[in-house]
C-alpha cells in the first residue's frame, strides 16, 4: 500500500510539472521581461568564446529576466556536449528559466538535435516542452503568461524550429530550409485553442525562431516601413515560402516575430501590423561578426495587452533602439534609435 501511494504522489508530480512547464507569471508589478540570446556559436575551450558568456552574464545581472530564449546556433563545435553545459550553466547558475530553439548549424557538430533535445529536457530550469514526434522538428512549443492572479493566459510566446537547409536541391531549390506545413498546422491548432478560452479572440503573442522567413525582406520592400536598428547584411531566408506568416495573419494575435541567424543584423521592421525583427549577436569572433555582442530584451505589461517594449542590450552594459511597438508601429524611447540604414 504505501508503494502504491509512493507511486500515485510521483505520478502526481510529475504531472504537476508537466502542466506547469509552459506556465509563467507577470510580477507584482504586471510585468514580464523575456531576454533573446542568439548565434552564442560557443566552442569549449576557445579564448574567444569567453566573450560570448561574459555578455550573457552582463545581460543577465543587469536585466534580471524573468525568461531566456536561445534562437538557434548556440554550440557549434566539440566537445558538443561539454559547451552545452558551459553555456546553459550561466542561466542555470542564476536560476533563471530558459527555452531553446535550434539553428541550422546545432545538429552540425557530431551530435543530433535530438540527442540535444533530450540531454537539453533533462536540466534544470529548462521550459521546453517535449513535443509531439508527429510534429517536424525538435522543441516547437509555446509558454502562456498567466495574469498576476494565475487565473488565465494574457500572452503567450512561441518557439518554432526553423530547421536547417533545402530539402529540394536535386529541383534547383538552394539555401536554407523552412519551417514546415505541420509545424504551422501545430501553431494553427495552438492559436485556436487559447482563443477558444478567451471568447476566440487569439491571445497577443510573440515568436521566436532561428531564420528569416521571406516575409521580412517584403518588409524592406514597403517604403512605408520605418527600420530601426543595424542591417549590414542582406537577409539569408528560405527560397521557399511555406506559408507562417499567412497562418499568423489569418489566426491574429501575433505582435512580433524575431530570430536570429544573420549576425550583423539587429534592426526591427514591420509588415502586415506585425513587428518582424532581429535579436543582437551573442556570439563572438569564433564566427564572423561586426558588431559588438549583446542580447535583444522584451518587456511585456499585463495592463497593456498588444504591446510590448524591447531593446538591444550590449555586453559593454549600454542600451539601444529602446522601442514601444503596437500593431507594427514604433514609438521611440530612448535617442538611440535613428531610422536604419547600412546595407
Avoid at 550561466?90 to 536560476?95: A, E, P, R, T, Y
Amino acid at each position: 500500500m504505501k508503494n502504491f501511494f509512493l507511486f500515485l504522489f510521483i505520478a502526481l508530480s510529475v504531472n504537476v510539472w508537466a502542466q506547469e512547464k509552459n506556465k509563467f507569471t507577470f510580477n507584482e508589478g504586471g510585468k514580464f521581461k523575456l531576454v533573446q540570446f542568439t548565434d552564442v556559436h560557443y566552442v569549449k575551450g576557445s579564448d574567444v568564446s569567453v566573450q560570448s558568456l561574459d555578455a550573457m552574464n552582463v545581460v543577465l545581472d543587469q536585466e534580471k529576466p524573468d525568461l531566456v530564449i536561445f534562437t538557434g546556433d548556440i554550440v557549434t563545435g566539440n566537445p558538443a556536449v561539454e559547451g552545452w553545459n558551459d553555456v546553459l550553466k550561466v542561466v542555470i547558475d542564476k536560476k533563471i528559466p530558459y527555452i531553446v530553439t535550434f539553428g541550422n548549424h546545432d545538429h552540425e557538430v557530431g551530435i543530433s538535435n535530438e540527442d540535444l533535445a533530450k540531454m537539453i529536457l533533462e536540466k534544470p530550469y529548462c521550459m521546453n516542452e517535449k513535443g509531439s514526434a508527429s510534429t517536424y522538428g525538435c522543441f516547437n512549443g509555446v509558454v502562456a503568461l498567466r495574469n498576476r492572479n494565475n487565473s488565465k493566459p494574457e500572452m503567450l510566446v512561441y518557439y518554432i524550429n526553423s530547421n536547417d537547409y533545402s530539402k529540394f536541391k536535386d529541383k534547383g531549390i538552394e539555401g536554407y530550409g523552412c519551417i514546415e506545413r505541420d509545424q504551422i498546422d501545430w501553431y494553427e491548432k495552438q492559436s485556436q485553442k487559447f482563443a477558444s478560452n478567451n471568447n476566440n479572440v487569439s491571445l497577443p503573442s510573440l515568436m521566436f525562431f532561428h531564420i528569416a522567413i521571406p516575409e521580412f525582406v517584403d518588409a524592406l520592400g514597403n517604403d512605408k516601413t520605418k527600420y530601426v536598428g543595424i542591417r549590414l547584411e542582406k537577409e539569408c531566408n528560405p527560397e521557399l515560402n511555406s506559408g507562417l506568416f499567412n497562418a499568423m495573419m489569418h489566426q491574429g494575435g501575433v505582435m512580433g516575430v524575431f530570430v536570429g541567424h544573420d549576425h550583423n543584423n539587429d534592426y526591427i521592421s514591420s509588415y502586415g501590423g506585425m513587428a518582424l525583427g532581429y535579436g543582437r549577436f551573442t556570439g563572438s569572433k569564433n564566427t564572423y561578426q561586426d558588431l559588438m555582442n549583446g542580447a535583444r530584451v522584451f518587456e511585456l505589461d499585463e495592463s497593456k495587452p498588444g504591446e510590448f517594449v524591447t531593446w538591444i542590450k550590449l555586453s559593454d552594459g549600454s542600451i539601444h533602439h529602446k522601442l514601444s511597438v503596437k500593431d507594427g508601429k514604433f514609438t521611440s524611447l530612448s535617442e538611440n534609435a535613428p531610422l536604419v540604414t547600412g546595407y
